[in-house]
């Protein structure tokens, strides 16, 4: 297969003394159009369940999908390959974050190193809450190596509050609902995350998943190579938005 990004750093090795933990499910980087196509799938089932009218436009890949400040990570069952989660991460290294198109992050925003979740889908009970919890920490394990310095969520509600339960902040007004474009101007909760002080900030509230994200490896959840961000240090939002976009294609499955 084929990386999407050059080699820099990785988060599949666990941290001395660690916990090692199998999972009934894997997360991985999505790299083959086959991949693409199962995150596709989950991602409109997901929708479809909550916004339908807004899933009918999620039934096929999205051209964010393929570029290269993108990331689209998949959550597979061990028994089937069965395709039980998938999010999107978008980082602001060549452009700004898709929620830029519809609101203005405040200066303590701008000028940093930032990462959006997007199209968060997961399957229904049990292991659907267990998948969630997974890819988050995936999310951070990418947050970390790549040099995210805040992370950028907007949530509709009640998604909001599992953001929340994470200590995200909000950017906007407390509980503030805005209308995004890239989610057919559904109202969203946008809230953010410093990176740096995670896990002083869940040690300090005693944060019930912090045994999971912090003390426990998972070799399912393996993000693979990431490139860490540099050079996005401008709130020149005009330069910013022309910065050459590459398209690269996904290896055959």
């Known amino acids: 297969m084929e990386m999407r990004i050059p080699a ?17 499910f894997t997360v991985r980087r999505v790299e083959t159009e086959s991949s693409l196509k199962k995150a596709v799938a989950i991602r409109h089932a997901a929708y479809a369940r909550h916004v339908p009218e807004f899933a009918r436009t999620l039934l096929a890949p999205e051209a964010c999908d393929y570029e290269e400040d993108t990331v689209v990570l998949l959550a597979e069952s061990k028994l089937d390959g069965t395709p039980i989660g998938t999010a999107r991460l978008q ?13 203005e992050l405040p200066d303590w925003l701008q000028g940093r190193a930032l990462c959006e979740v997007e199209r968060l889908g997961v399957g229904e009970g049990r292991i659907g809450h267990m998948v ?4 988050m920490k995936a999310f951070f394990d990418y947050w970390e190596m790549s040099g995210t310095e805040w992370a950028v969520v907007a949530g509709r509600s009640p998604v909001d509050r599992q953001y929340e339960q994470l200590m995200f902040k909000d950017v906007f007004g407390d509980k503030e609902m805005v209308p995004l474009r890239n989610t057919g101007n559904i109202p969203h909760r946008v809230m953010a995350f410093e990176i740096a002080t995670a896990e002083e900030r869940w040690r300090a509230a005693n944060h ?22 540099r050079g996005l240090r401008t709130t020149d939002r005009a330069s910013h938005a022309r910065a050459p976009v590459h398209v690269p294609q996904f290896a055959a499955a």
């Not at 969630?132 to 890819?135: F, M, R, T, Y």
């Not at 019930?208 to 961000?229: A, N, S, W, Y």
């Open 91 to 103: 980082t602001n290294v060549y452009r700004p974050l898709h929620l830029e198109d519809s609101v």
């Open 208 to 229: 019930p998943l912090l045994k999971f994200f912090r003390e426990t490896h998972h070799p399912d959840i393996d993000i693979g190579l990431v490139m860490p961000q």
């Open 132 to 135: 969630k919890v997974a890819l």
């Open 8 to 24: 820099a750093l990785s988060a599949a090795h666990p941290r001395a003394g660690m916990k090692i933990e199998r999972l009934p």
